[in-house]
């Protein structure tokens, strides 16, 4: 039996995917949008233009909240400026902040990767085992493969999951590094969508 879904008239696609972003709690690619609101290709091919157009709206009406390329889709996000009432409503302050140490390990991470566990405590000068264990469980962190070096240690590097919770479209798009980590050369990273080599170990 054939799919006899129509997509949404024009004038109402808009509205149907700022629902189905609304209703989303992680990014969604143009495709899988297109796939579910049933459209041609030539719609999905606008939705970029369609999302800016949104954008606009947003701006013009003093909307707290963009479409933003995250992690190889789109996700509605609140601006920055209200990210500390947000997280006082959400009690998420306390639960799921990073310490500074946490935050350094993982810029590292970031703009180093991949990169060894030897190779970051070199550079921040400290033991970091505990921090890429606590990054790994909150999946900031992965384990891309093994070094072709003595004794094979573990490469690390950022995820998808960190992609969206920095609100970042790739890894290309971190800011520069500046003066904020000069001690830090910047690496090749790895697409964090490709999969793990080295998933289960958490130890080098």
């Known amino acids: 039996?054939?799919?006899?879904?129509?997509?949404?008239?024009?004038?109402?696609?808009?509205?149907?995917l700022e629902a189905v972003l609304l209703a989303c709690d992680k990014p969604l690619s143009a495709g899988?949008?297109?796939?579910?609101?049933?459209l041609?290709?030539?719609?999905?091919?606008?939705?970029?233009?369609?999302?800016?157009?949104?954008?606009?709206?947003?701006?013009?009406t003093g909307r707290s909240f963009r479409i933003e390329s995250v992690?190889?889709?789109?996700?509605?996000?609140?601006l920055e400026r209200f990210a500390p009432a947000v997280a006082a409503v959400r009690g998420l302050r306390s639960e799921k902040s990073l310490s500074r140490a946490a935050l350094e390990t993982l810029a590292i991470v970031a703009y180093r990767q991949p990169v060894t566990r030897a190779q970051l405590e070199a550079i921040r000068g400290a033991s970091s085992g505990e921090l890429?264990?606590?990054?790994?469980e909150r999946k900031l962190v992965r384990i891309t493969g093994r070094a072709e070096e003595?004794?094979?240690?573990?490469?690390?590097?950022?995820?998808?999951?960190?992609?969206?919770?920095?609100?970042?479209?790739?890894?290309?798009?971190?800011?520069?590094?500046?003066?904020?980590?000069?001690?830090i050369?910047?690496?090749?990273?790895?697409?964090?969508?490709?999969?793990?080599?080295?998933?289960q170990e958490t130890n080098s």
Not at 1 to 16: I, K
Not at 71 to 78: E, F, K, N, P, Q
Not at 160 to 181: C, H, M, R, S, V
Not at 191 to 198: G, I, L, M, V
């Open 1 to 16: 039996m054939s799919d006899t879904t129509m997509a949404p008239p024009t004038d109402q696609l808009a509205a149907t």
């Open 32 to 38: 899988k949008i297109g796939e579910a609101l049933n």
């Open 40 to 60: 041609e290709e030539e719609e999905v091919a606008q939705l970029s233009d369609l999302i800016a157009g949104l954008n606009e709206q947003y701006e013009d």
């Open 71 to 78: 992690a190889g889709g789109y996700r509605m996000l609140t």
């Open 132 to 136: 890429l264990r606590s990054l790994l």
């Open 150 to 183: 003595l004794g094979r240690p573990m490469l690390y590097g950022t995820t998808k999951q960190f992609l969206e919770a920095f609100g970042l479209a790739t890894i290309q798009d971190l800011p520069p590094i500046g003066d904020l980590f000069p001690q």
């Open 185 to 199: 050369t910047p690496g090749h990273a790895n697409d964090p969508n490709e999969p793990a080599e080295e998933t």
